[in-house]
């Protein structure tokens, strides 16, 4: 009867955790799904991106810097919609850092946020030095709801393109499997081409 008692609760707690995944789920499809709109507002991009990192939890064993590159460039931009995008990269580049166990059993690693203006774009490549991504995998990492994380949804990146996309700009990914990668959402420099209503 303790037995049974025992796999009782280790059923309730899994289906507790099982309902709380699902009510995440839930928030994070209405959220992907509502349009807002933007309020872009001038704003010195780099200058800005440190206060933004400056706010991100540090992760044990994983260093963060920002090499700025874009001076006193002045790009217009939703800074809410941006600090959400650029977070999320930076998060998932540690989260893919943190999951490659290294020698030691300790995560060890870098995110280097780094900017420029080139080709009419204002670019924050986030470059870390994890895992990589399968090349087979590489083009559906914008797909809602693919992961390759066993508890998630998914909406990460996908939800990160479609902010860079409403600001008329876009998301770019690179890797090399083994030699980590880039995550470069971007801007356009002129800054006068984000939409202002909803998408």
Same mark, same amino acid.
């Given at each position: ?5 025992v ?14 995944r ?6 994070? $499809? ?14 010195a991009? #780099?200058a800005?991106?440190?206060?933004? $990192? ?27 919609? +941006?600090?959400?995008?650029v977070? /999320?990269?930076?998060? /998932? ?8 166990? %290294? ?24 470059? #870390?030095?994890? *895992?990589? &991504? ?23 990146? *996908?939800? %990160?393109?479609? &902010? ?6 876009? +998301?770019?990914?690179?890797?090399? *499997? ?9 801007? *356009?420099?002129?800054?006068? /081409? ?6």
């Open positions: 009867a303790r037995e049974s008692g796999d009782l609760e280790r059923a309730l707690t899994r289906a507790d955790r099982g309902i709380a699902c009510d995440r789920i839930v928030t994070e $499809l209405l959220d992907f799904v509502r349009a807002t709109g933007l309020q872009p507002k001038p704003t991009i #780099d800005w991106l440190e206060d933004v $990192l400056a706010d991100i939890p540090p992760h044990p064993g994983i260093t963060v810097t920002l090499t700025p590159g874009t001076g006193d460039a002045v790009i217009a931009f939703d800074r809410g919609a +941006l600090r959400r995008a977070v /999320n990269v930076v998060e /998932n580049a540690c989260q893919a850092i943190a999951g490659a166990v %290294v020698e030691g059993g300790r995560p060890e690693g870098r995110v280097t946020v780094a900017t420029r203006i080139a080709g009419g774009r204002a670019e924050i490549a986030v470059t #870390d030095t994890g *895992p990589g &991504i399968p090349a087979d995998i590489l083009p559906r990492v914008t797909e809602p709801l693919f992961s390759t994380k066993s508890f998630g949804t998914g909406l990460g990146l *996908p939800t %990160v393109q479609r &902010i860079m996309e409403e600001h008329g700009g876009g +998301l770019r990914i690179d890797s090399a *499997p083994g030699h980590g990668a880039t995550v470069t959402p971007w801007l *356009p420099a002129a800054g006068g /081409n984000a939409k202002g209503g909803a998408a």
